[in-house]
């Protein structure tokens, strides 16, 4: 089963969900984002990260980027490994 891994740098927290996870994981890290936090953004495709920041804009392009970045881990970009599924790549 795919878990919800939610990262924060500066104003910006993301969620990022993959293929396999629930509705109810997804609540969970949904319901750990700051109060009052709005959608921002989202990138990807099958992998999806969802960016959420202040509701006055004030999180920064830096701060963005970086929490999205820091959201991925080497198994998002090396099919085949820890965890991927090799047919995939």
């Given at each position: 089963?795919?878990?919800?891994?939610?990262?924060?740098?500066?104003?910006v927290?993301?969620?990022?969900?993959?293929?396999?996870?629930?509705a109810?994981?997804?609540?969970?890290?949904?319901?750990?984002l700051?109060?009052?936090?709005?959608f921002v953004?989202?990138?990807?495709?099958?992998?999806?990260v969802?960016?959420?920041?202040p509701?006055?804009?004030?999180?920064?392009?830096?701060d963005?980027?970086?929490?999205?970045?820091?959201?991925?881990?080497?198994?998002?970009?090396?099919?085949?490994?820890?965890?991927s599924?090799p047919?995939?790549?």
């Amino acid at each position: 089963m795919s878990r919800a891994r939610s990262t924060s740098v500066g104003s910006v927290t993301t969620i990022k969900l993959t293929p396999g996870m629930t509705a109810s994981e997804l609540a969970e890290q949904a319901a750990r984002l700051p109060d009052g936090a709005v959608f921002v953004a989202g990138f990807g495709d099958v992998g999806v990260v969802l960016a959420f920041g202040p509701p006055d804009g004030s999180a920064t392009e830096r701060d963005l980027l970086a929490a999205v970045v820091g959201s991925l881990a080497p198994e998002d970009f090396a099919p085949g490994r820890a965890g991927s599924d090799p047919a995939d790549g």
